[in-house]
């Protein structure tokens, strides 16, 4: 019992990170059907800023919940910059073309960001400090959670609190909402559009960055083609939950997240080795789309932000 | 539509100066008559690059020597590099431009078993000698006579690390964690399984992962349950550093073992004190105060700035090694070369004795090191010599090297346990 409950931890921290990054797949695809490839790469972004904020502002040498906040929030900003960026100079310049030609452009875009990282700061994996003290709590049995766990749930969940609170309560939120309906239309109603398409490409990319430092915490070792693997599961699960639909988005992460994990602990008994882990992520994808094509939570009728 | 395209004339520009750039750092000077040319191939931008690094380095500094020392039969060796970046396809890519393109006499690398296997085949058929430093796993050598080795197979690392867990270490039950994704590791888990047993020890799981993975506590916790006395982990220093990290976090205390893919600096910054209570067997210590090993470390890192790991250690026998063949062929004519390389037999290495057996492996004793995080240092434990060894003589010299780490592989010690193994190590193989 207590395994089960450790590996249902395990696994759903790992889906929390997805989710985060998840999160901005589908609300980039709700607003304009576009699916950007360049996401998991901005949660490696994420990551090194936070990796450059954490060694020059001296975090690194002495830990603290300030020094936390700081990487966090500086990394945020940072993502969120760059997302506004490429949506700025590479996405919207090909936005009156076919859906093709600006896939084609995500595509791109993700190997330039990959490729120049690796140029820039050369492909050898670096190690990002640790924060805050990592301690480990029992909580029975052998069932333990340590504290960077503990923190992703946390810092997970809030951040998808305030997306909550921004899409539904907030103007800014009722546009981008208004913009994901009908484009057309909303632009008629006097919405700028190229400003809340923007500012929804800010907020996944912030979104994505806190999951590149949160995983930072939890996985010291990051590298420029991080985001490859982990962004591909994101967008799995995004599509899972049916893209475009936000709580989607978070139940496909953990769902993903514990379903890798229980095929690495239990897969044994039924004939699955461990190393199918990835391939599960995939398989269970296409067993959903079979099934429901919309995923699990997306269908046509529902709003989608 | 304007602005599109200056944003895209801006990319391709950008585009065309890194290509600019790489091709200045990588290019070779166009070479004379006067030197030979021998490619070497590594990683030095992958996943396991310090491997690449050190082998370059390790390279780099015999060829400065022997070309000091006047040449190999009055030419001037010339190293050509190429980076594989860690992939099997792309080392087979480098191998062709460096024996096709650039001409190259013989070929030193890859340090991954897996990216040798897959540029073996082209040097084989090219029949021009590639000399692995350092791939352990037996099928390497397998793929013709012009593929040979200078350091020990995995049938014979995997069961040192089985040997010390079970005699040393008195460890009853085991735990397995390989990367799925390596021959190397696949390899080591199979052999250490093997000699294990034989002693009379049980691996009660083993699990996988694959490169790149980031969280292995499905893996651990999974082992958690079962208990093993210790946990052998067969796997490159990028993984292993947080493996040793989410284990220790799960309250798992255990030893764990590995073999020479941890051997890199990068291994302390990813693993830390996660890393204490932890072995590797590993091909040379840095400790051994042989005056042979004690000038390489001294001039390497002089050169270079970092103490050489073992990987240097062996790219530059692998160097001396070739040298040798080529001095004693009386020039670079393929067949000759490869005949001489195969016949080596007694160069003292740092790494110790060099000889090589009828599959073109270098049979060798192997060293335990215990990790200290403390000081990011591998410090001396045993020194564990291939089996058949059992002969008085031999167990003589293991005993002393068990006893005084100084005696560690003198050339004289090493140069005796070789031969006398010769035979026995063959099986082995098979």
């Given amino acids: ?305 | 539509m304007t602005r599109f395209f200056l944003t895209l004339s801006l990319v391709i520009s950008i585009f065309s100066s890194f290509a600019c750039v790489q091709k200045g750092g990588t290019g070779p000077a166009a070479s004379t008559g006067d030197t030979i040319r021998v490619g070497v191939y590594g990683d030095t931008t992958g996943a396991t690059s310090s491997f690449g690094v050190s082998t370059k380095n390790g390279i780099a500094l015999a060829f400065d020597e022997i070309n000091a020392a006047g040449g190999v039969n009055g030419k001037k060796l010339e190293m050509l590099f190429e980076d594989s970046q860690g992939s099997p396809e792309k080392a087979k890519t480098v191998i062709s431009k460096l024996i096709n393109q650039d001409k190259v006499v013989a070929v030193l690398g890859e340090v991954a078993s897996s990216n040798s296997l897959a540029a073996a085949p082209v040097a084989q058929e090219a029949k021009i000698p590639m000399i692995t430093p350092s791939s352990t796993n037996p099928k390497v050598t397998e793929v013709g006579d012009y593929i040979s080795r200078v350091c020990f197979i995995d049938p014979f690392q995997g069961s040192v690390m089985a040997k010390f867990a079970a005699n040393t270490l008195k460890a009853k039950t085991a735990a397995v964690l390989g990367d799925n994704s390596s021959d190397y590791s696949k390899g080591l888990t199979q052999f250490f399984e093997q000699e294990f047993v034989k002693l009379g020890g049980t691996v009660i799981t083993k699990q996988t992962y694959n490169q790149k993975d980031q969280d292995f506590k499905a893996q651990l916790t999974q082992m958690r349950d079962q208990k093993p006395d210790v946990i052998y982990i067969p796997g490159y220093y990028g993984e292993v550093g947080i493996i040793a990290r989410q284990a220790r976090e799960l309250g798992m205390n255990q030893p764990l073992l590995g073999g020479d893919g941890w051997d890199s600096p990068e291994l302390w910054k990813l693993g830390g004190e996660a890393l204490k209570n932890a072995y590797i067997s590993n091909h040379y210590s840095a400790d051994n105060p042989a005056p042979e090993i004690q000038n390489f470390v001294k001039s390497y890192t002089a050169k270079f700035g970092v103490a050489p790991d073992s990987l240097a250690a062996l790219a530059y026998d692998s160097a001396k090694v070739l040298a040798d063949a080529i001095k004693r062929a009386g020039g670079t004519d393929s067949a000759k070369l490869k005949d001489a390389i195969n016949a080596t037999k007694g160069l003292a290495g740092v790494t110790g004795s060099i000889t090589l057996d009828a599959n073109r492996n270098a049979v060798k004793p192997a060293v335990v090191l215990e990790l200290t995080p403390a000081q990011s240092k591998f410090t001396f434990k045993e020194t564990i010599y291939p089996e058949g060894m059992s002969a008085p003589a031999t167990t003589a010299a293991s005993n002393t090297a068990a006893n005084t780490p100084a005696n560690t592989a003198t050339n004289a010690n090493s140069t005796a346990v070789t031969n006398a193994n010769t035979a026995p190590a063959t099986n082995t193989t098979k």
């Fill in chain 1, 1 to 305: 019992m207590d395994t089960f409950v450790q590996q249902l931890i395990n696994g759903l921290t790992i889906g929390s990170i997805y989710a985060l990054i998840a999160l901005g797949y589908t609300m980039v695809y709700g607003i304009l059907r576009l699916i950007n490839f360049a996401h998991g790469d901005i949660y490696m972004v994420g990551a090194y800023a936070g990796f450059f904020i954490a060694t020059s502002m001296g975090f690194a040498a002495n830990p603290s919940a300030f020094g936390f906040v700081v990487t966090l929030v500086g990394a945020m900003a940072i993502s969120a910059a760059l997302g506004m960026a490429i949506e700025r100079f590479a996405y919207r310049p090909v936005r009156k073309f076919s859906k093709m030609t600006t896939l084609i452009t995500a595509i791109g875009m993700s190997l330039l960001i990959e490729y120049l990282f690796i140029f820039i700061f050369s492909p050898t994996p670096r190690s990002f400090p640790q924060l805050l003290p990592v301690e480990n709590f029992t909580l029975f049995g052998n069932a333990t959670i340590s504290s960077s766990q503990l923190m992703i749930f946390v810092i997970s969940l809030l951040l998808m609190g305030v997306l909550q609170f921004i899409i539904y309560k907030t103007k800014i939120g009722k546009a981008m909402r208004a913009v994901s309906f009908n484009i057309t239309s909303a632009k008629l109603m006097g919405i700028n559009t190229n400003f809340v398409i923007a500012f929804t490409f800010a907020l996944g990319s912030a979104l994505a960055a806190a999951g590149g430092v949160l995983t930072a915490q939890y996985n010291p070792k990051i590298d420029p083609l991080m985001g490859i693997m982990t962004g591909l599961k994101a967008f799995v699960a995004a599509v899972l939950g049916g893209i475009g639909n936000i709580p989607g988005a978070v139940l496909g992460g953990l769902l993903i997240g514990a379903a890798e994990t229980l095929v690495v602990g239990y897969g044994g008994y039924i004939g699955i080795p461990s190393t199918y882990r990835d391939a599960i992520a995939f398989a269970i994808l296409i067993v959903v789309l079979l099934v429901t094509p919309a995923g699990l939570l997306g269908s046509n009728v529902q709003e989608k932000v």
